[in-house]
């Protein structure tokens, strides 16, 4: 493979461990009222690609959210289930797991109740399902374990909702954008087909993700936004000292050229006493810094007193080869 080919497929494969890690998380935390796992299935149902009143069928890469959607599904209306598995691609050992609710019988049941008629032209969210902060808390949690994903922070900060459907992808954004408990603005974007609602602040990312249960990820997207920031700033301190490094030998080597110009023309011994001082010090420091220079004369005195003894040297250098020259 080429190497930007396999960076890419590297990169890819941390964004699926950091977002089933995401995923287990949720899928970890204890609900025993009916009504918000009723509203997460809810949440699942919807934003999966086929939820009708004859098909019932949830696709995804995570074996904890196929696992949950079975348990709430046995829980809530005991259908008839079936699970697939299969390799995601045949150069790749992740699976993709689908759940399928085999009896037509069942799907009618569970569409109805939660208010969906057959002749509905689109799906639209029904708030009838999310009367309360808890249950809109739980729906939210089930709608990110059917479309949602989330990338490594250590690669970049990005959440997102694959959403199948326009209305839909409208109805989250109102929902996200109602959260009491965290400031929340969802962007929108349309990709492949698909409406994606998304996310790229850091700090919005890790409150949603605290809001839906995964505190110890979001705990760990914070800890790495730190040890990134600690290390930019490790690595501007670098990048500054090597270019102030530079600039010393840079403008070190223009003075000694001048100083040995000087040398073999009038003599170092010619200058004016302040100036001489400066130049056999700078003979023998070739990489000390002006401030340094300043401070080891015999009467020390400041970075810009020794900078303007040596523009007077290099002026005095000019003026020598001026001379010569004619």
Do not use: W
Not at 104 to 121: A, L, M
Not at 276 to 281: G, K, M, Q, S, W
Request: hydrophobic letters at 35%; one cysteine or more; glycine letters at 6%.
């Amino acid at each position: 493979l080429h190497p930007r080919v396999r960076r890419q497929r590297q990169m890819c494969i941390r964004d699926r461990s950091f977002s089933s890690d995401v995923k287990k998380e949720i899928c970890s935390v204890e609900q025993f009222d009916r009504e918000a796992l009723k509203a997460e299935l809810y949440g699942m149902l919807l934003f999966s690609r086929n939820f009708s009143p004859n098909k019932i069928t949830f696709t995804t890469e995570s074996n904890y959210a196929g696992n949950r959607l079975i348990f709430l599904l046995q829980n809530l209306y005991m259908p008839i289930i079936e699970k697939q598995s299969a390799l995601r691609t045949k150069s790749s050992d992740s699976h993709l797991y689908k759940i399928i609710v085999v009896d037509g019988n069942d799907c009618k049941r569970i569409f109805e109740d939660f208010g969906h008629t057959d002749g509905q032209i689109t799906l639209r969210v029904n708030r009838a399902n999310l009367s309360s902060e808890e249950l809109s808390q739980a729906f939210l949690r089930g709608v990110f374990l059917s479309c949602g994903s989330v990338s490594d922070p250590m690669k970049s900060y990005h959440l997102e909702f694959c959403v199948p459907h326009k209305n839909l992808s409208q109805d989250l954004c109102k929902i996200l954008s109602e959260i009491t408990e965290c400031t929340l603005i969802p962007k929108t974007v349309v990709r492949s087909g698909s409406y994606i609602v998304y996310f790229k602040e850091s700090e919005q990312i890790c409150d949603l993700l605290t809001y839906i249960g995964s505190p110890i990820r979001s705990m760990e997207i914070m800890g790495t936004k730190a040890i990134k920031q600690v290390r930019n700033n490790v690595n501007r301190r670098i990048n500054g000292e090597v270019a102030n490094i530079g600039k010393i030998a840079t403008a070190s080597a223009k003075q000694l050229s001048a100083i040995e110009h000087i040398k073999k023309t009038v003599g170092i011994d010619s200058l004016p006493e302040d100036l001489r001082e400066i130049a056999y010090l700078r003979l023998e420091n070739p990489d000390m810094s002006l401030r340094d220079l300043g401070q080891n004369l015999s009467t020390p005195i400041s970075r810009s007193g020794a900078n303007h003894r040596m523009q007077r040297l290099l002026e005095y250098a000019g003026t020598e080869v001026k001379t010569n020259g004619k």
